[in-house]
């Protein structure tokens, strides 16, 4: 079963979980990234992902190494959606399981500020009176600094 997937349909929650379960592990987390309505006052209308899919895949799977790494043991599964995203409709779906609850909420939060910094997705954010393209997020949180 591939854990990272990179698809232009719709993404399954139940579908990506299913990849993590594990009888000896006792916690799992599914992260959903939806398409918002308004993002700093301004409506989106929708977004347009685009991706390098080789380079992309190859990132995704580095994250899940990261993951095991720094959380032995702990199963990840990454799908992105590429393709035009309405509102409301999922373009990410990380599910992590672990045998205890705090290393699933770590590796989780970990996958998708790791996924913004390193892989090669770029969003087009459509509003009603414009666009523009976005290409890596990097926030306040940095998830490779020790802590």
Same mark, same amino acid.
């Given at each position: 079963?591939?854990?990272?997937? @990179?698809?232009?349909?719709?993404?399954?929650?139940?579908? *990506?979980?299913?990849?993590?379960?594990?009888?000896?592990?006792?916690?799992?987390?599914?992260?959903?990234?939806?398409?918002?309505?308004?993002?700093?006052?301004?409506?989106?209308?929708?977004?347009?992902?685009e991706a390098y899919i080789p380079?992309?895949?190859?990132?995704?799977?580095?994250?899940?190494?990261?993951?095991?790494?720094?959380?032995?043991?702990?199963?990840?599964?990454?799908?992105?959606?590429?393709?035009?995203?309405?509102?409301?409709?999922?373009? *990410?779906? @990380?599910? *992590?399981?672990?045998?205890?609850?705090?290393?699933?909420?770590?590796?989780?939060?970990?996958? @998708?500020?790791?996924?913004?910094?390193? *892989?090669?997705?770029?969003?087009?954010?459509?509003?009603?009176?414009g666009s523009e393209w976005k290409?890596?997020?990097?926030?306040?949180?940095?998830?490779?600094?020790?802590?």
């Amino acid at each position: 079963m591939n854990q990272y997937h @990179i698809t232009y349909e719709s993404i399954s929650v139940e579908e *990506v979980t299913n990849k993590v379960n594990h009888p000896n592990h006792g916690a799992s987390i599914s992260f959903i990234g939806t398409t918002r309505e308004f993002t700093h006052g301004q409506k989106t209308v929708l977004l347009e992902y685009e991706a390098y899919i080789p380079m992309a895949l190859k990132t995704l799977e580095q994250i899940g190494k990261e993951i095991n790494e720094k959380w032995n043991g702990v199963l990840t599964a990454i799908t992105h959606r590429l393709g035009k995203v309405e509102v409301g409709e999922i373009s *990410v779906v @990380i599910a *992590v399981s672990s045998p205890h609850r705090d290393h699933c909420y770590e590796a989780s939060r970990y996958a @998708i500020e790791r996924l913004k910094q390193i *892989v090669p997705i770029w969003k087009k954010e459509i509003w009603e009176d414009g666009s523009e393209w976005k290409g890596h997020q990097l926030g306040p949180w940095n998830p490779t600094k020790p802590l």
